[in-house]
């Protein structure tokens, strides 16, 4: 008998890694019912809610008059918003759920305009990574933060909500200096969390 959301979430895991997926796909939905389906703005207490969208840093921060792009090794972080942070969950558990919310917090309090997906199809990532490194508003910020949860392989591939495999090189490359030609000379960090198809957690965090 499964008492709380923990131990129901840890069932899920072991049906996923013992190679009962469908068995795992047709519970997992039930965790939603355990869930305040409500959204909500990270500012208002830092609530953990269900919650997907586009959350905008709109704090007016303190400049710092003395220019960090002299000192070698730093980059600077002075803009208010820092950049955004796209943070997409594929792989969706109480867990996940979880640890996305724990991030959109952390990133939104160092100023970042946080942009939450989750179930995204490989052609939809791949469409947002373009339209997002096309934006004006790159000009006037600092960085760009991309983290994925999702299943993975053992090919550096990971793969969209609807099972088609996007190699990590390749939506990285979408970042760079020459697709995106205004984060040049600023920090493009991307995190994949992915299994490799076994019970192995990938986390790779590439500068």
């Known amino acids: 008998m499964l008492h709380n959301i923990e131990e ?3 069932f ?3 049906l996923l890694h013992s190679g009962h997926d469908a068995i795992a796909y047709l519970l997992q939905p039930k965790v939603l019912d355990l869930i305040d389906l409500k959204r909500c703005d990270p500012r208002n207490g830092y609530r953990e809610q269900f919650s997907f969208g586009h959350y905008n840093t709109r704090d007016t921060l303190k400049r710092n008059d003395r220019s960090l792009s002299s000192v070698s090794g730093i980059y600077p972080m002075t803009n208010s918003p820092r950049g955004f942070c796209l943070l997409v969950n594929n792989y969706f558990t109480i867990g996940t759920y979880k640890e996305m919310q724990r991030l959109r917090n952390i990133f939104y309090q160092l100023h970042f305009d946080i942009i939450m997906k989750k179930n995204m199809n490989k052609s939809d990532i791949k469409v947002l990574l373009k339209e997002i ?3 004006e508003e790159l000009d006037n910020q600092n960085a760009f933060i991309f983290m994925i949860i999702a299943h993975g392989n053992d090919k550096n591939e990971i793969y969209g909500f609807d099972g088609e495999p996007m ?3 390749h939506l ?3 970042m760079n ?3 995106c030609p205004k984060l040049r000379s600023k920090p493009r960090v991307f995190f994949f969390n ?3 198809g076994g019970n192995n957690l990938l986390m790779e965090n590439i500068f």
């Open 8 to 10: 129901f979430d840890e």
């Open 177 to 179: 200096a020459e697709n």
């Open 167 to 169: 190699k990590i090189r």
């Open 194 to 196: 992915c299994c490799r």
């Open 172 to 174: 990285m490359d979408m």
């Open 12 to 14: 899920i895991k072991i």
């Open 133 to 135: 490194s096309s934006r």
